[in-house]
């Protein structure tokens, strides 16, 4: 059993020791179950303070006799000031006239967040979705293009997609869907990771009539609005090849 | 400094703290009334010192100036209280059982409040007032021992004593022998 002083065992829950006592305290801790028991009571009686204990705000009527302090600093000479209670008539008056210069202070920004908020929700509702579509097609076209430049059309080269499906799930974390043919006259010619709209996809390659084509797919458990914004990029480059 | 200016400094400096001074002086004088009134001279005190603030730790130097205020109108108001550190033996919980319509987590939870208020309302001043400091304003023992103008080895000595007083308070809490009205029913043999 210890002889530890408790007010060292409440400053350490409280994290109040300086190092060197923290690292005694945690050596006795250790081999001591009993001193472990009374550390964890002290934790669970300080969260259970701190969780139910009544925090006393400072009602209204205290605030507004805070007002009226300050027409008494403002109006009245000095030795007046201290001491003073106001009557519930100045006080109230005060607040009031208090109450207005805030409004009046605070409305030209009122105005101005209500005016934002309308911009906001205009641009909400006319702006976003055909420029992300678009900027989502040209991201998949500059991808495609950029592979068909290099060498580096795809990551997986297989026409098996029971090849290349395991392989792009392995590196996305998500299955993407692979069909073998999913043109008359395609083939499979493999699969890479690309990235787009700011998260890796999977890039399927497929050959038909000597182009090639790269739909690209994201993950299937992706909000509906990702999901159908990325089948719709999905379908832009397949006409992209075709103008080549 | 023009009058104007010194009011918008004090309203930068002590105003956002009126909160915990509220608090503070609510917890010491255990009244709304007197709480407002103690608060209210603690500003005008306030603005009196407010020169000499040399603008860190707003909210230590308010509640140091309501914590001096609290105890002059303490000796001043009710000068049998608190006299000694160790008549903490608080008053008895009675603690009402809850309605039959309230749902049983929401009468837990008011017991609780109402158990743990009663049970730091009973502390003597000198506990309360560290103990207040540290869980419900969540300052540290070198800031409480500037306030109550009190040394650090004494903050953690009476914050101690303050627990372990809540402790054997709540004890009964521990129990919750209003909260469990089953064993009643079981006696009287009725299903539930």
Known sequence: ??????????????????????????QRLAGDPALRQRVEEIRLLRQEIREHAGYHAAPETLRTRVAALRSAAGDAPPSAAPSGVPTPTAASKAGRTIAWGRWLQWRPLAVGLGAAAVVALALQLAGPPPSRDEAIAAEVVASHVRSTLGEHLVDVASSDHHTVKPFLSSKLGFSPPVAALPLEGSALLGGRVDYLDGRPVAALVYRRDNTSSTPSSGPTAAPTARRSSARRAATAPRTGPRRG | MSDEESWRRFEAVALPHLDA??????????????????????????????????????????????????????????????????????????????????????????ADRALIDQAIAALPAAFREVLVLRELEDLSYAEIARIAEIPIGTVMSRLARARAQLRSALAPAAARPVLRPVPKVAQNGGPP
């Open chain 2, 21 to 110: 001074a509220y608090n503070l002086a609510r917890w010491l004088t255990r009244n709304d009334h007197d709480a407002e009134d103690v608060v209210q001279e603690s500003l005008v005190r306030a603005m009196r010192y407010l020169g000499g603030f040399r603008g860190e730790g707003a909210r230590p130097w308010l509640l140091q100036i309501v914590r001096n205020t609290c105890w002059t109108w303490l000796k001043a108001n009710r000068p049998a209280e608190n006299v000694g550190l160790d008549d903490g033996d608080g008053p008895a919980h009675d603690i009402a059982a809850p309605a039959a319509d309230e749902p049983p987590q929401v009468a837990m939870r008011r």
């Open chain 1, 1 to 26: 059993m210890s002889t530890v002083d408790p007010a060292l065992l409440h400053a350490f829950v409280d994290g109040e020791l300086d190092l060197k006592s923290q690292l005694e305290m945690e």
